[in-house]
């Protein structure tokens, strides 16, 4: 561990490496445990990340620690963070925000409501998961997203600069774009989708949200 920082009785912990994903790209922080320290949230702060742990816990700097990730938490975020990018192929419009938590996640779209039809779109969706599509990370420079922009879908999510370097993910033939969030290895991983609402939140955002549907349910 490198240092504790004490917030107005909300503790941080800095380490040395972690396994844990800082709130980023609209994407929740990681829980689980450090030690036997509960972890309720993960943020970036500046070149670190801070994880925010359960209020009386007693840590020292130089302590060896054991990370425990919330992995069934982890993994819901991840397939429906990965769901969205199939989302983004399904409906042909920018996208103007969106949000992954760990029971659903949703995309904003500039597009008209009628344009948007519930059963369509989570056919679709549930077409491409039956695919079994395997996704794929990549790097590019900072050089050259600028001279592909279109590799930028999401207009108030920026991609992580400052690295030199930007990840792409893939999920060939039927998105690809920058992201720094976690995915899936294969689209089906993911499960079956739901599509819970859609609803407008503004002339230029209406907003599709998506569940895990329940594979017994079915
Ligand atoms: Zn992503």
């Known amino acids: 561990m490198l240092a504790v920082h004490e917030n107005a009785g909300s503790p941080s912990v800095e380490l040395d ?35 925010f742990i359960e209020p009386g816990a007693s840590l020292s700097a130089g302590e060896k620690l054991r990370l425990e990730l919330d992995w069934e938490r982890r993994h819901r975020l991840m397939r429906l963070h990965t769901a969205l990018h199939l989302l983004c192929a399904v409906v042909k419009a920018p996208v103007t925000g969106g949000r992954i938590a760990d029971d659903k996640a949703h995309l904003d779209f500039d597009i008209e409501m009628e344009k948007l039809v519930k059963e369509t779109i989570e056919a679709r969706l549930n077409e491409l998961l039956g695919r079994n599509i395997p996704t794929s990370s990549y790097w ?30 893939e999920i060939p033939g039927v998105d690809l774009q920058a992201c720094g969030g976690t995915h899936v290895r294969n689209t089906s991983e993911i499960g079956r989708l739901a599509l819970a ?14 569940t895990l549907a ?3 349910t079915e």
């Open 17 to 51: 490496r972690t396994v844990f994903y800082p709130v980023g790209g609209g994407q929740a922080g990681d829980t689980g445990r450090i030690g036997r320290w509960r972890v309720v949230d993960t943020r970036r702060s500046g070149e670190s990340v801070l994880h």
């Open 140 to 169: 590019i420079t900072d050089a050259e997203l600028d001279s592909r922009p279109e590799l930028v879908r999401t207009m108030s999510v920026a991609p992580p600069r400052g690295e030199g370097r930007v990840r792409l993910l």
């Open 197 to 210: 609402r859609i609803r407008s939140e503004g002339k230029r955002n209406k907003r599709v949200t998506l």
């Open 214 to 216: 329940q594979p017994e």
